[in-house]
């Protein structure tokens, strides 16, 4: 029987797939990160994930020039 809390409509996006969504290099999506202004990532495996509508929106957060705050 299939899991039923996986949505597929809402998927998980690798750290190179939030930068090429953000267009920006994949080295300053990491300096965010490492300096707390990136989105929040999560590990599955040795992988960094997040949702693509949580990616989404830390990118809408810069286009009004106030980056999203991440826990």
């Known amino acids: ?3 039923t809390d996986v949505r597929t409509d809402d998927p998980y ?3 190179e797939e939030v930068a ?3 267009r920006m290099k994949v080295k300053t999506l990491r300096h ?3 300096t707390g202004k990136g989105p929040d990532f999560f590990k599955i495996g040795r992988r ?3 949702r693509e509508s949580k990616a989404r929106d830390w990118i809408r957060s ?4 106030s980056p999203a705050p991440t826990p």
Not at 62 to 65: A, I, L, N, V
């Open 62 to 65: 810069y286009e009004t020039g």
């Open 20 to 22: 090429s969504l953000a």
């Open 13 to 15: 996006l690798t750290f």
């Open 32 to 34: 965010l990160r490492h």
């Open 48 to 50: 960094l994930k997040i």
């Open 1 to 3: 029987m299939p899991a």
